[in-house]
């Protein structure tokens, strides 16, 4: 039987089964979308679907861990989330302190190393220092990386590797012609891992919302109308599934 046709709560007792040959995939990126929408269904305040949503992460992470991902890219708060409302903001904030509270042992005991892409140094100073000593705690870790992108904007992450090869053209490091595809790919805030394979987005929008546009060149595109808060490792094996099922060919036949 294949793994992900198994009940969910089966697959951490088939963990050992998890190889190359049944192509898990290396690399999952996800835009969390839809908190706000799934508030709104059941007559709650914005901020109770980021809420739920902070607690799914928990359940994901876990998920993905189990099925043998490596990296695990959640795209937690972009540079043009800043336009919400004050209130809003100021409360999205404040949940990586309480996750990381209230969910870091339980990363740790699975194994899992915690990092960040994008501008944290412009985060509030505690939202920071939460992210920091958990980053610092689970450094030793070799399981799943969490690699939440916060304050995250793609377009802002390649204008701000363009600006770092300008530079290091004019200290002589590189000339023009030396600069290529894979120049750009190592000035990149994820320079330190593989592009994603499988990119997912939930809420029902088709859209990429500047997230990642360099490395999902080639990642397998998955969209589901289920909001972030109720996707849960059920849906996610079925996206992992999908994968499985599909040929990359990288432009080739």
Not at 198 to 223: K, P
């Amino acid at each position: 039987m294949h793994l992900f046709k198994l009940p969910f709560k089966k697959i951490r007792e088939k963990e050992q089964l998890l190889s190359a040959e049944i192509n898990v995939p290396e690399h999952v990126a996800i835009i969390m979308d839809g908190n706000g929408r799934w508030a709104q269904k059941r007559g709650l305040p914005r901020i109770a679907g980021h809420r739920e949503g902070m607690d799914n992460v928990k359940r994901v992470v876990k998920a993905a861990n189990h099925m043998g991902i490596h990296i695990l890219t959640l795209y937690a708060f972009s540079t043009e989330n800043w336009k919400r409302p004050t209130s809003e903001v100021e409360y999205i904030m404040k949940l990586p302190i309480d996750f990381l509270q209230h969910y870091l042992p339980e990363l740790i005991e699975e194994n899992v190393r915690i990092e960040t892409i994008g501008e944290i140094e412009r985060l509030p100073k505690n939202t920071r220092a939460a992210i920091l000593r958990a980053k610092d705690q689970t450094a030793n870790n070799t399981g799943l990386i969490l690699n939440i992108a916060i304050n995250y904007g793609s377009r802002g992450e390649m204008l701000h590797s363009i600006k770092e090869i300008y530079q290091e053209v004019q200290e002589g490091k590189y000339s023009i012609n030396d600069i290529t595809e894979e120049t750009l790919s190592k000035h990149l805030y994820t320079k330190n891992y593989q592009d994603p394979d499988l990119l997912i987005r939930t809420s029902g929008e088709v859209r990429l919302s500047n997230f990642l546009l360099w490395q999902s060149a080639y990642s397998e595109l998955w969209f589901t109308e289920t909001l972030w808060p109720d996707f849960g490792p059920e849906e996610f094996g079925k996206a992992i599934q999908d994968f499985q099922q599909r040929k990359r060919r990288f432009g080739g036949i």
